[in-house]
Nanobody
Framework: QVQLVVSGGGLVQAGGSLRLSCAASGRTFSSYAMGWSRQAPGKDPEFVAAITWNGDSTYYADSVKRRFTISRDNAKNTVYLQMNSLKSEDTAIYYC????????????????????WGQGTQVTVSS
């Protein structure tokens, strides 16, 4: 099991940027695929980005493509979500999640394959 601590949320104006960080405990982080999910009020959860264990593949929801970038630093046991050109519809609670496998066995957005979750961080984009 890995513990995940999320940081970096906050209030930002539309068009601005934020970077979320997800710090993991444990030596096995580097062998886990990781994902970022979000949930806006009154909406279903949505995976917005994911990355394989070594970063050789990344995946994005259409809603964030070309605006968000997921990356990881296995030496620091941390995965990042760089969010640019933020829109009011990006307002949500953001979570990171770990899949205890190097590659996704299901579509990256299938929550069934994620084993560990961090606490959420609020991102609010004002228009």
């Amino acid at each position: 099991q890995v513990q995940l601590v999320v940081s970096g949320g906050g209030l930002v104006q539309a068009g601005g940027s934020l970077r979320l960080s997800c710090a993991a405990s444990g030596r096995t982080f580097s062998s886990y695929a990781m994902g970022w999910s979000r949930q806006a009020p009154g909406k279903d959860p949505e995976f917005v980005a994911a990355i394989t264990w070594n970063g050789d593949s990344t995946y994005y929801a259409d809603s964030v493509k070309r605006r968000f970038t997921i990356s990881r630093d296995n030496a620091k046991n941390t995965v990042y979500l760089q969010m640019n050109s933020l829109k009011s519809e990006d307002t949500a609670i953001y979570y990171c999640a770990a899949s205890r496998r190097r590659y996704f066995s299901l579509h990256y957005y299938d929550a069934r394959q994620y084993d560990d979750w961090g606490q959420g961080t609020q991102v609010t984009v004002s228009s």
